[in-house]
Nanobody, 118 residues
Framework: QVQLVESGGGLVEAGGSLRLSCRFS????????MSWHRQAPGVQRELVAI???????NYADSVKGRFTLSRDNYKSTVYLQMNSLKREDSAVYYC????????????WGQGTQVTVSS
């Protein structure tokens, strides 16, 4: 059973930085695309960034140039480096694992809170 454990959230001032981590276990990490999503109160969950096993990435327009998603296939961990944070980045951030075959379930982490103060 795949498990995802997120860490790194917290309170930061606008303009500051945070790095989120998501550690993957219970499966073959190299067969999963990994992504971060976020959900603010009263708002639909949205995709922030996604990375393939080969480390190709895509970002939401709202975070391009500020966030960087990377993965360490030896540590089975993905990292979301968030710079120049804005108040509107405040949300619960969730890590997601999607098997490349699309024939296995998607897995979600428990979420980590990011709060950006002005």
């Amino acid at each position: 059973q795949v498990q995802l454990v997120e860490s790194g959230g917290g309170l930061v001032e606008a303009g500051g930085s945070l790095r989120l981590s998501c550690r993957f276990s219970g499966g073959l990490f190299a067969r999963y695309a990994m992504s971060w999503h976020r959900q603010a109160p009263g708002v639909q969950r949205e995709l922030v960034a996604i990375i393939t096993p080969g480390s190709s990435t895509n970002y939401a327009d709202s975070v391009k140039g500020r966030f960087t998603l990377s993965r360490d296939n030896y540590k089975s961990t993905v990292y979301l480096q968030m710079n120049s944070l804005k108040r509107e980045d405040s949300a619960v951030y969730y890590c997601k694992a999607e098997h490349l075959s699309r024939k296995r379930p998607d897995y979600w982490g428990q979420g980590t809170q990011v709060t950006v103060s002005s």
